[in-house]
């Protein structure tokens, strides 16, 4: 089982200190700076942490061994890729954000990946800045740790603009992924539309932006000119994966004149590039839990979704439950064969 969205999270800011220059450290001491200020799971919500994952001091996913306990042993991975919470595209400074994620990365090398070969990271890049995003990928594009680059689906424009091509070019050419995780800068609105007035209007609404994110990517060409380029959708929910699907074909049949670098049906583009993580599932009833099997029906494909427990957060119910309704070949591609594929890893029992 490889668990695709597991979150470790920094114990507190000041453990980046031994990662950064001395100009960084004298300003984290003597300022008012506590972070990046991005708050994607209050620490209080009932969807920060699931029960027994609050450790005796640091936030959820920050104790290695509790993380090590939950994932592996009761939830029964054999591998898990790690996104840090952590968020440097909500650092308005560019230059600090560029060297958080740097001490972030080298951070979870040295108390992460060289402490458990089960794991594989993903590197954390300062997104405004995708220059600087492609020479921290470049710097560590070969290490064998990382599969994958993350993005928070709020950004400060939708991914498929030419701005981030440079971010793409670095991804494609060290055959990295790119993961596009729910959150983001805290100063950008967190809806299509301005300011919700709660919580759970920000977290249902996510969905919306993960679609507004498939719908540039596509529609701006970002797949056709960098062909190898793959990417993860995680916490973005995936049910309403086929109606998208349905509705950009569609439209795209009476506009593509609009797009005439967009050369096949955007559904198309989803199923090769695109992946999703399972956590959270949007699942009906127990007496309709066929309806699961007939929309992953509807997606045309059984590689799109990765199983991923989305630790320390929690969503009502074992991250694995729904699956145990499909049928034993699909659980396998869902649960192992897709992320080894899409991740090209190899993944001993």
Same mark, same amino acid.
């Given at each position: 089982?490889?668990?695709?969205?597991?979150?470790?999270? #920094?114990?507190?800011?000041?453990? /980046?200190?031994?990662?950064?220059?001395?100009?960084?450290?004298?300003?984290?001491?003597?300022?008012? !700076?506590?972070?990046?200020?991005?708050?994607?799971?209050?620490?209080? *919500?009932?969807?920060?942490?699931?029960?027994?994952? @609050?450790?005796?001091?640091?936030?959820?996913?920050?104790?290695?061994?509790?993380l090590r306990t939950h994932v592996f042993d009761d939830m029964g991975a054999n591998l898990a890729i790690l996104n840090?919470?952590? @968020?440097?595209?909500?650092?308005?400074?560019?230059?600090?954000?560029?060297?958080?994620?740097?001490?972030?990365?080298?951070?979870?090398?040295?108390?992460? #990946?060289?402490?458990?070969?089960? !794991?594989?990271?993903?590197?954390?890049?300062?997104?405004?800045?995708?220059?600087?995003?492609?020479?921290?990928?470049?710097? /560590?594009?070969?290490?064998? +740790?990382?599969?994958?680059?993350?993005?928070?689906?709020?950004?400060?424009?939708?991914?498929?603009?030419?701005?981030?091509?440079? #971010? !793409?070019?670095? *991804?494609? @050419? =060290?055959?990295?992924?790119?993961?596009? %995780?729910?959150? +983001? %800068?805290?100063?950008?609105?967190? $809806? %299509? $539309?301005?300011?919700?007035?709660?919580?759970?209007?920000?977290?249902?609404?996510? +969905?919306?932006?993960?679609?507004?994110?498939?719908?540039?990517?596509? !529609?701006?060409? *970002?797949?056709?000119? =960098?062909? +190898?380029?793959?990417?993860?959708?995680?916490?973005?929910?995936?049910?309403?994966?086929?109606? #998208?699907?349905?509705?950009?074909?569609?439209?795209?049949?009476?506009?593509?004149?609009?797009?005439?670098?967009?050369?096949?049906?955007?559904?198309?583009?989803?199923r090769e590039h695109i992946r999703l993580t399972t956590a959270p599932t949007d699942r009906p009833g127990p007496d309709? *839990? =066929?309806?699961?099997?007939?929309?992953?029906?509807?997606?045309?494909?059984?590689?799109?979704?990765?199983?991923?427990?989305?630790?320390?957060?929690?969503?009502?119910?074992?991250?694995?439950?729904?699956?145990?309704?499909?049928?034993?070949? /699909?659980?396998?591609?869902? $649960?192992?064969?897709?992320? %080894?594929?899409?991740?090209?890893? $190899?993944?001993?029992?």
């Amino acid at each position: 089982m490889i668990d695709s969205d597991v979150h470790n999270e #920094l114990p507190k800011l000041k453990t /980046l200190l031994p990662y950064l220059g001395e100009q960084w450290q004298v300003y984290l001491n003597e300022s008012a !700076f506590v972070g990046s200020g991005a708050n994607d799971y209050p620490i209080n *919500a009932p969807v920060a942490a699931r029960e027994g994952a @609050r450790p005796e001091s640091g936030p959820p996913g920050s104790n290695i061994d509790l993380l090590r306990t939950h994932v592996f042993d009761d939830m029964g991975a054999n591998l898990a890729i790690l996104n840090c919470g952590f @968020r440097p595209g909500a650092v308005h400074n560019q230059d600090l954000a560029a060297d958080l994620a740097t001490a972030v990365n080298n951070w979870q090398i040295d108390e992460w #990946l060289e402490k458990d070969e089960r !794991f594989r990271a993903s590197i954390l890049v300062s997104n405004q800045n995708p220059v600087r995003a492609a020479a921290e990928i470049d710097r /560590l594009g070969s290490h064998p +740790g990382f599969v994958q680059v993350v993005l928070p689906v709020q950004g400060d424009a939708p991914y498929g603009n030419l701005r981030y091509d440079p #971010l !793409f070019e670095a *991804a494609t @050419r =060290h055959d990295l992924a790119i993961l596009i %995780a729910f959150g +983001g %800068a805290p100063g950008l609105p967190p $809806t %299509a $539309t301005g300011w919700p007035s709660t919580y759970v209007e920000e977290y249902v609404d996510a +969905g919306a932006i993960f679609q507004s994110q498939v719908n540039s990517l596509i !529609f701006e060409g *970002a797949f056709d000119r =960098h062909p +190898g380029l793959r990417v993860v959708l995680s916490e973005s929910g995936w049910t309403w994966m086929p109606s #998208l699907m349905w509705r950009m074909d569609k439209e795209w049949k009476g506009l593509r004149r609009d797009t005439p670098w967009v050369k096949q049906p955007p559904s198309a583009y989803m199923r090769e590039h695109i992946r999703l993580t399972t956590a959270p599932t949007d699942r009906p009833g127990p007496d309709r *839990a =066929h309806e699961l099997s007939e929309i992953i029906d509807y997606l045309g494909s059984d590689r799109m979704l990765l199983y991923a427990s989305d630790y320390p957060h929690w969503h009502g119910e074992d991250p694995s439950a729904w699956m145990s309704d499909l049928p034993a070949d /699909l659980r396998e591609r869902i $649960t192992h064969s897709n992320a %080894a594929e899409f991740y090209k890893l $190899t993944v001993t029992a």
